[in-house]
């Protein structure tokens, strides 16, 4: 899909498509309960995660997330590694499963542009990035494409995570050219817009000591999505508007643990809707805490899958004995001729086509 | 595979598995959170449900199960669709899929077959079985892998599927030949064993009155498995002994919902790990409620996954971009010479080969 359409238009279209999902928001159509899974220490440290989300009368989606911080030192794999599945309601039937590490990274750059958009200066054209890794890819590509940046500057607990970032970022596409590596303390003081998307340890954060930092300062808070994990000093957060992805989730696990009720601000949607009430906030000191929403997930799904049709792209595997009898589950095994039918996800192809 | 070892073979190491995992069960080990899920009323009526378990240190399995009632009327389909995902919990990734509609027809026959080991008279010669769609099948066949059955007698609500009933288990391989359908008091009044397994609707239950029975009536009660959805007489249940697959699930879900804590036995597992206490009970009323416990799709994901290796069957699918650098979602998109490497599932293959 990226060959076909290149990474900006991608970017540029999971953008629309959640900034129109954010707006159309119903939490009577569209149910999406908190986010449960399993943390463990064997046989290393890690999360896995079911984050489910249904379109009632159409879809429910699951993505499945791990996050295993010394994935990439130890194994040379992302941190973040993810599959999304849809299913049919009206059968029962699973109809996609898709990688959903990219798209992770993707819908993940793009929320916070659009939270940005709304949070941030207009103005902004100077992004610091603290940590480095696979997410800061997709969080300055995804700011890049909604503001005029001038420079950008990076900053990783590890030299050599920043070092690589620069060649990282030098993708066909990206506008600003200017990336360098800094110090943290003048990434903070300088910066518009900050994302941190860090693997900080659990009651090792806050990343970075408040200090001061400019009047309308915008910090896209990415990393912390576990309880206990959090990246942002609780007093930046009280002199802030903080505005949660996902109001429920973020108190458990986002920056939204340190605050209470009281010092939290409007969810991003309801933002986003009643646009007017906050225009003021672009200048003042904002946070977006990010934790992650399955709705972002299921709306990158949908776009995948509208990508797979329109391009012919993706694979029919057949997973399923369908007996012609469904209430014989014994068919296929008794039926030496028994041939494998047409899977639904292949009808479905065919009627499209 | 039930091509390769036949259907017998494989019923049976699914009971011996089964069997097994209840003995060696620890939850401090294999951890099982209650199920979750969504149900509408739109397009239809039905539930879609996942069903997580992990076992520390290796593997999560999430089943996905979809319950549509009206699915063989409506659509041709099998009530209950299914399809379970392993993970593995040292990298996140996901290692493997399978349809899991059979394999649900077959644990759930497997399990009931334990029960009634345990709890039914081991002289049980007469079954009968309320509801005769999919599940009656599995659970009639694994039952006649246990017991030296004679007679079976069906009812359905429907008599056209307790006529259909006869051919579909015509299949090679099941010892008992008389199966005949009949009246609900005959078949309450002579069984030895009754399965009970319907989609009577919510709040229409029981499926039928209590009456006089055999002293050692055992019912495994199967199509329990929803808030409100219930199939056995209270009165019956409150002179028996009623004894739950999962505990947690069945006070929300299954015939427990209908009694207090203390009208509640023991479960399948303290039942099976403490049967010289429990001896006498073969000769009472008892009933297993059966809700369906993901650590029975966990066993079936395994036996399915090691005779895909020992037959070398199953299809290694490529959902996932590598990149060579795990800190760089874009590589694949801005290298146009990229290359699909092998999949870690592949390579698990090529390492046991």
């Not at 995804?142 to 950008?152: E, I």
Request: proline share 6%; net charge negative.
């Amino acid at each position: 899909m990226v060959h076909r359409i290149g990474i900006n238009a991608l970017m540029d279209e999971m953008i629309e498509r959640l900034t129109s999902a954010f707006v159309a928001y119903d939490p009577d159509e569209t149910i999406i309960p908190a986010r449960a899974g399993f943390q463990y220490d064997r046989p290393d440290i890690g999360l896995l995660e079911w984050m489910p989300a249904m379109q009632t009368g159409s879809a429910v989606t699951v993505k499945m997330v791990g996050y295993h911080p010394r994935n990439p030192s130890v194994k040379h794999l992302p941190t973040i590694l993810s599959t999304i599945s849809i299913y049919d309601t009206a059968s029962g039937h699973l109809v996609g499963l898709a990688d959903a590490t990219f798209l992770t990274a993707l819908r993940t750059g793009a929320t916070s542009a659009i939270a940005s958009k709304f949070m941030a200066s207009p103005r902004s054209s100077v992004i610091g990035l603290i940590g480095a890794g696979a997410q800061a890819v997709t969080q300055l590509h995804a700011l890049d494409r909604v503001f005029s940046l001038k420079k950008v500057m990076v900053y990783d607990s590890d030299p050599a995570i920043s070092d690589s970032f620069l060649e990282r970022t030098s993708f066909q596409g990206l506008n600003v050219v200017q990336v360098n590596k800094n110090s943290l303390n003048d990434l903070l003081q300088n910066s518009d817009i900050i994302c941190t998307a860090t693997s900080v340890d659990i009651g090792d954060g806050p990343v970075f000591e408040d200090t001061t930092t400019q009047p309308w300062l915008h910090i896209n808070a990415v990393g912390s999505d576990f309880p206990g994990k959090t990246e942002i000093p609780k007093s930046l957060l009280q002199r802030s508007l903080v505005c949660p992805d996902f109001p429920e989730q973020a108190k458990n696990e986002g920056e939204c643990q340190q605050l209470s009720a009281a010092e939290i601000g409007p969810s991003l949607v309801e933002l986003i809707r009643d646009r007017e009430k906050y225009a003021y906030i672009t200048e003042i000191p904002t946070v977006f805490d990010s934790t992650g929403w399955a709705l972002e997930d299921q709306v990158a799904a949908d776009m995948l899958i509208n990508f797979a049709r329109q391009f012919n792209l993706g694979t029919t595997i057949q997973i399923e004995s369908v007996s012609s009898d469904p209430r014989n589950p014994y068919q296929f095994a008794v039926d030496k001729n028994y041939s494998i039918p047409v899977s639904e996800f292949a009808r479905h192809k065919n009627l499209e086509a």
